[in-house]
């Protein structure tokens, strides 16, 4: 969709929401997942690859921060990083997916230390924080926008994991619900700064390409999932039966 005459902010959010076609909800891995048809590696490796994206959440938000010269915006927008952080002795998201880990099977140990992180969920997660750091904020904060389609892929997780996969423990499902009131929150701000900011054609055609930029780098993530949990083809498959990767942040 190519945007010539700008449009109003209601076309615009519509044109927004429309990507939703194209969040990683869809994806054959995350079906497969929902279905009951995931195996307990394929679930595990998913935690454990997600945690990576969870815990690089607070360094992009932070980079937004750093950009932004409007106080009432900071204020407003700290309040993700305490969401996953933690705040006032609660804990936050990452914590919770933690506990997520836990309820799977995994340790701590084995999520901090980032060992299974494959290289193709890095690189995609990476690019996400960068372009927080480069772009200007109001660009950088509208990249969140997939938050949009976010409370639905959190409830088809509590609506469908307890009865498919009983293996879980409860304990494990906490961050799910957490999510389902505070994304709609963030939604609900960030979505004001699109309207506001997108007021001509060619801002919006460059925020629609930024949200396809965001999923991509979501479906990317479920790519990379697919080819090792499922095909069982990881990196460097043809050569070795070792996860050879990278799995530090080396800058």
């Known amino acids: 969709m190519q945007i010539t005459d700008t449009l109003s902010p209601q076309a615009f959010e519509q044109a927004l929401r429309d990507k939703g076609a194209y969040y990683h909800i869809h994806h054959p891995y995350h079906i497969a997942m929902h279905n009951g048809q995931a195996t307990r590696e394929q679930i595990q490796g998913w935690v454990a ?20 010269p409007d106080p009432s915006t900071r204020r407003k927008w ?52 960068n372009f927080a750091r480069r772009a200007n904020w109001q660009e950088a904060a509208c990249s969140s926008l997939t938050e949009l389609f976010a409370p639905q ?7 469908s994991w307890p009865q498919h996969y009983p293996w879980i423990k409860e304990e494990g499902y906490f961050y799910f619900r957490s999510r389902l009131s505070q994304a709609n929150r963030d939604v609900e701000h960030g979505l004001a700064l ?5 007021t001509t054609a060619e801002k919006q055609n460059r925020m629609l390409e930024i949200l ?22 990881p990196p460097y498959h043809t050569v070795t039966d070792k996860a050879a990767w990278h799995t530090t942040r080396l800058v």
């Open 153 to 159: 892929i959190h409830q088809s997780r509590l609506d």
């Open 49 to 68: 690859n997600r945690f990576y994206y969870q815990t690089t959440i607070p360094l992009k938000d932070a980079a937004i921060m750093a950009n932004c």
């Open 212 to 233: 396809q930029f965001k999923l991509d780098i979501l479906w990317s993530m479920l790519d990379a999932m697919t080819m090792a949990y499922e095909l069982k083809r």
């Open 78 to 129: 700290v309040q993700r990083i305490l969401d996953h952080d933690g705040s006032n002795g609660a804990e936050g998201g990452i914590e919770a997916w933690l506990q997520l880990g836990e309820a799977v099977g995994l340790t701590r140990e084995e999520l901090i230390s980032e060992r299974h992180v494959l290289p193709g969920v890095r690189f995609a997660v990476d690019a996400y924080v």
């Open 194 to 198: 699109a309207l506001e900011f997108c």
